[in-house]
Protein backbone atom coordinates (compact mmCIF):
# COMPACT_ATOMS: atom_id res chain seq x y z
CA UNK A 1 0.00 0.00 0.00
CA UNK A 2 3.42 2.60 0.63
CA UNK A 3 4.35 1.96 -2.90
CA UNK A 4 0.96 2.49 -4.46
CA UNK A 5 0.49 5.53 -1.88
CA UNK A 6 3.72 7.17 -2.93
CA UNK A 7 3.02 6.65 -7.06
CA UNK A 8 -0.45 8.32 -6.15
CA UNK A 9 1.06 11.35 -4.08
CA UNK A 10 4.81 11.16 -4.52
CA UNK A 11 5.31 14.77 -2.89
CA UNK A 12 2.87 14.00 0.35
CA UNK A 13 4.70 14.80 3.61
CA UNK A 14 5.44 11.73 5.70
CA UNK A 15 2.82 12.52 8.38
CA UNK A 16 0.07 12.93 6.16
CA UNK A 17 0.85 9.43 4.24
CA UNK A 18 1.14 7.36 7.73
CA UNK A 19 -2.54 8.56 8.62
CA UNK A 20 -3.50 8.09 4.76
CA UNK A 21 -2.01 4.30 5.19
CA UNK A 22 -3.77 3.98 8.44
CA UNK A 23 -6.75 4.97 7.22
CA UNK A 24 -6.74 3.21 4.32
CA UNK A 25 -6.77 -0.64 5.74
CA UNK A 26 -9.82 0.33 8.06
CA UNK A 27 -12.72 -2.54 8.75
CA UNK A 28 -15.03 -0.81 6.25
CA UNK A 29 -12.94 -0.36 3.24
CA UNK A 30 -11.86 -4.24 3.25
CA UNK A 31 -14.43 -5.14 0.32
CA UNK A 32 -12.78 -2.50 -1.80
CA UNK A 33 -10.08 -3.05 -4.32
CA UNK A 34 -6.94 -1.70 -2.51
CA UNK A 35 -6.27 1.83 -5.13
CA UNK A 36 -10.18 2.19 -4.54
CA UNK A 37 -9.61 2.36 -0.44
CA UNK A 38 -6.44 4.75 -0.83
CA UNK A 39 -7.74 6.89 -3.26
CA UNK A 40 -11.02 7.16 -0.92
CA UNK A 41 -9.38 8.00 2.18
CA UNK A 42 -6.67 10.34 0.87
CA UNK A 43 -9.41 12.53 -0.54
CA UNK A 44 -11.06 12.24 2.93
CA UNK A 45 -7.47 13.35 4.46
CA UNK A 46 -7.20 16.19 2.99
CA UNK A 47 -10.81 17.14 3.20
CA UNK A 48 -11.20 17.12 6.52
CA UNK A 49 -7.39 18.15 7.48
CA UNK A 50 -6.85 20.74 4.52
CA UNK A 51 -10.03 22.73 4.04
CA UNK A 52 -12.92 24.11 5.55
CA UNK A 53 -15.43 20.80 5.05
CA UNK A 54 -15.93 19.99 8.95
CA UNK A 55 -16.75 24.37 9.34
CA UNK A 56 -19.26 24.46 6.67
CA UNK A 57 -20.96 21.09 7.63
CA UNK A 58 -20.66 23.28 11.35
CA UNK A 59 -22.38 26.00 9.47
CA UNK A 60 -25.21 23.89 8.33
CA UNK A 61 -24.81 22.94 4.73
CA UNK A 62 -25.73 19.36 3.72
CA UNK A 63 -22.50 17.09 2.43
CA UNK A 64 -22.78 17.83 -1.02
CA UNK A 65 -22.71 21.30 -0.66
CA UNK A 66 -19.65 21.52 1.82
CA UNK A 67 -17.86 18.70 -0.51
CA UNK A 68 -18.44 21.11 -4.10
CA UNK A 69 -17.46 24.51 -2.15
CA UNK A 70 -13.83 22.69 -1.22
CA UNK A 71 -13.37 21.06 -4.64
CA UNK A 72 -10.70 23.01 -5.71
CA UNK A 73 -8.82 23.39 -2.38
CA UNK A 74 -8.65 19.44 -2.82
CA UNK A 75 -7.40 19.31 -5.75
CA UNK A 76 -5.10 21.95 -5.68
CA UNK A 77 -3.53 19.99 -2.27
CA UNK A 78 -3.39 16.96 -4.75
CA UNK A 79 -1.31 18.59 -7.04
CA UNK A 80 1.00 20.11 -4.33
CA UNK A 81 1.60 16.25 -3.33
CA UNK A 82 2.07 15.06 -7.04
CA UNK A 83 -0.89 13.36 -7.55
CA UNK A 84 -2.47 12.93 -10.77
CA UNK A 85 -6.01 11.68 -9.64
CA UNK A 86 -8.79 14.62 -10.27
CA UNK A 87 -12.29 14.49 -8.20
CA UNK A 88 -15.22 12.79 -9.99
CA UNK A 89 -18.73 14.70 -9.37
CA UNK A 90 -19.02 11.71 -6.48
CA UNK A 91 -16.35 13.04 -4.67
Do not use: C, N
Not at 4 to 31: G, M, N, Y
Not at 36 to 49: E, I, K, N, S
Not at 52 to 71: I, M, P, S, W
Amino acid sequence: MKRRLSVRAPRIPWFDAERVLEAAVAKHLKALPPGVALDLTLVAHVRHQYTDYDKHLAEGLDRDAARFLVREDIEDKLRTWGAVMTLSDED
